[in-house]
């Protein structure tokens, strides 16, 4: 026998007072949290409850009794379904509030340690059209929205090419336009769609494996250049060449016409072989005059814009003499070890993807920088004494983590190398904290600047300057 399944409460009218972790809105009912999300704090609105635990409910909205004057009006026709830009509901000058409070509370109640004031948030200039890189993914069983699953037509094309609907790994919202990316971001998007639609190429079944179009990347630069690499689940020569043909007669001024056949079962491409179709195989960006290669794997900030103003404050506290040696942890492809190499005696850039320091080592040879070293491996087994005892104690030590922080050993070995100034900056500003209270013992934060690289969604960036003690 299956469990029984309790219909959940539905809570009528709950008076939205905040907003919480990850961009939920919060409300209360008998002492009881409400995480809801797509409300606004002074909303009124009924929630069916989706997620019932001792503390907290997670519930949906579905009725407003009263509109929070703070509320804006939604740009994107797709926004409530599709997964991105959650807070557009929200104006930007109030996003940017909940951010830099964010920060200050996750510092204060996982960090525990004595903080500076906090600097105020340095918003992004661009709210719309601010990313450099999107993936859209192809699939034979598009979203059906509410009218049309009400309607009695019998809607025989399901083909649609956009962003995966949260929690649903195999429906996806046919996008019509997305404001993120500039263009010729959409106009290339739906070329391919309505040329694949005219041939009755088949989109993507993720359950089935099957179908010839999967997943589409196009990456745009600060300098106006463009790739576009469409990935194909098998190869067929003749209509990949037919489609090319077609998209390079319409953007004679794309960059990079890359592709990829990926016949295995999941949808990344870090392990397959991408060919160029036509064109070169990278494309540039530019921050202060330095050059950097963006190849179809390579990670970059996808905020470009906001991404100088990032390392910029990187720049400011590590305050620089051209005397120091600079370890840049977590380096990537060496963005941030390359534009302070200028102000540093070296900089030693240290990063786990192999790929990625190749470019690192490419991007120093672009921009004739010959004080900067790199090595590719896991953090933890590299950053040791004998590593110093090579290339030099670091005085300034630069840490770019991913989400999860950084390792224990790595935390350790820094507070054994004992640099005079920790620049740490951070996608995450919980884990960020959790580091920042094992690094307490030795070191004291000084300074600290959010930095907002995604307008309309809760993430932020945050910059902490630690000095030793």
């Known amino acids: 026998m299956g469990r029984s399944r309790k219909k959940k409460p539905l809570l009528e009218r709950v008076v939205i007072s905040d907003v919480a972790a990850e961009g939920k809105a919060l409300g209360k009912v008998n002492e009881t949290v409400v995480f809801v999300p797509l409300a606004a704090p002074g909303d009124i609105v009924d929630v069916q409850v989706t997620k019932k635990r001792k503390k907290y409910y997670e519930g949906r909205p579905v009725r407003f009794h009263h509109l929070s004057e703070m509320r804006s ?3 994107c026709e797709h926004f409530g379904t599709c997964g991105g830009c959650k807070w557009q509901h929200l104006p930007y000058t109030e996003q940017v509030k909940y951010k830099e ?3 200050f509370n996750n510092l204060q109640r996982i960090g525990k340690v004595e903080l500076p004031d906090i600097n105020p948030i340095l918003p992004s200039p661009e709210e719309r059209f601010y990313r450099n890189k999107l993936e859209y993914t192809f699939s034979n069983k598009r979203w059906l929205s509410a009218e049309e699953m009400e309607s009695d037509e019998i809607i025989e094309n399901k083909n649609g090419v956009g962003f995966h ?4 790994f195999d429906k996806v919202i ?9 263009q010729p971001s959409n106009d290339i998007r739906m070329a391919i769609r309505n040329f694949a639609l005219q041939h009755q190429w088949p989109f993507f079944d993720l359950r089935a494996q099957e179908g010839f179009l999967r997943t589409l990347i196009i990456r745009t630069s600060s300098t106006g250049e463009t790739m576009v690499i469409v990935v194909f689940f098998y190869e067929d020569e003749e209509k990949r060449n037919l489609l090319f043909d077609h998209l390079e007669e319409k953007f004679p ?3 990079s016409w890359m592709y990829v056949i990926n016949e295995k079962a999941n949808d990344t491409i870090t392990d397959q072989e991408v060919k160029l179709q036509k064109g070169r195989d990278h494309i540039f960006e530019e921050m202060e005059g330095l050059k950097f290669k963006i190849g179809p794997k390579s990670f970059y900030q996808t905020n470009s814009q906001q991404a100088y103003t990032l390392y910029k404050v990187a720049r400011e506290f590590a305050n620089l003499t051209g005397n120091e040696v600079v370890y840049d942890l977590y380096t990537g492809t060496g963005t941030i070890a390359n534009f302070v190499a200028r102000q540093a005696r070296k900089v030693v850039g240290i990063e786990y993807v192999p790929e990625a320091i190749e470019d690192a080592h490419l991007n120093s040879e672009i921009n004739n920088i010959s004080n900067t070293k790199f090595y590719a491996g896991d953090m933890k087994d ?3 004494h004998d590593l110093f005892e090579k290339e030099g104690f670091p005085e300034v ?7 999860a922080g950084m390792h224990e050993d790595v935390v350790k070995t820094i507070l054994n190398a004992a640099p005079e100034k920790i620049v740490y900056v951070s996608c995450n500003s919980a884990t960020q904290a959790r580091d920042i209270n094992l690094l307490d013992a030795r070191y004291r934060v000084t300074a600290i600047q959010p930095v907002d690289m995604f307008p309309h969604t809760h993430h932020v960036e945050n910059v902490a300057l630690l000095e030793r003690r």
Request: glycine fraction near 4%; hydrophobic fraction near 35%.
């Open 101 to 103: 409070r964010e920060v």
């Open 253 to 255: 001024d794309v960059t």
């Open 165 to 168: 609907i949260p929690g649903m």
């Open 397 to 403: 030590i630069i840490t770019d983590p991913p989400r």
């Open 174 to 182: 046919d996008i019509k336009e997305c404001h993120l990316q500039r």
């Open 73 to 75: 009006e939604p740009f």
């Open 382 to 384: 590299l950053l040791k």
